[in-house]
């Protein structure tokens, strides 16, 4: 994997400003959706900042994670007009269907579990992102039908 940074970072630009871009596509092509430490101390050496800036950077935003996550990344909202309307009952229907605990990685490694800030699906809440996608009006049975869809796509490919 060290040796795609530096092809993405050639092709993206070795400029700090082109910082987040370069982390979004290493983590898109890294197996675990995630940066690895080795990743992080490569980009910082290529664009000339500190790890402890790139880090920063990897941690703040959502979409970004220096931990291991499935193939498939849940991120339930967790702000404010979600959490009233069931969204810590969400938590509960993904972890049950699942099998796993917030933050953890199923054992097949298909899937993960994280809360995110707001995804502008307040409208809709409670809503949860999986990957690129926004579900809204989450419930048991839509949750159900989400990961069975998933897991068929997945089995088919
Ligand atoms: S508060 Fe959950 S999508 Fe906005």
Redesign the pocket.
């Known amino acids: 994997m060290v040796g795609n940074v530096l092809e993405i970072v050639d092709k993206l630009g070795r400029k700090e400003d082109k910082l987040i871009e370069i982390l979004i596509e290493l983590q898109n092509q890294s197996v675990y959706n995630y940066l690895s430490k080795d990743v992080i101390k490569e980009v910082a050496k290529l664009l000339d900042v500190s790890e402890t800036k790139v880090y920063g950077i990897a941690n703040f935003y959502s979409m970004l994670s220096t931990q291991k996550r499935g193939k498939h990344v849940i991120q339930i909202?967790n702000?404010?007009?979600?959490y009233i309307k069931e969204?810590q009952h969400l938590v509960t229907i993904f972890e049950d269907i699942l099998g796993i605990k917030i933050g953890e990685v199923t054992e097949d490694e298909m899937f993960s579990l994280e809360y995110t800030s707001?995804?502008?699906?307040?409208d809709?809440?409670?809503?949860a992102r999986i990957d690129e996608m926004i579900y809204g009006e989450l419930d048991r049975s839509r949750v159900f039908n989400i990961l069975a869809t998933l897991r068929r796509e997945e089995t088919n490919e």
């Not at 702000?79 to 979600?82: D, L």
């Open positions: 909202c702000s404010a007009p979600c969204g707001c995804i502008g699906a307040c809709q809440a409670p809503a």
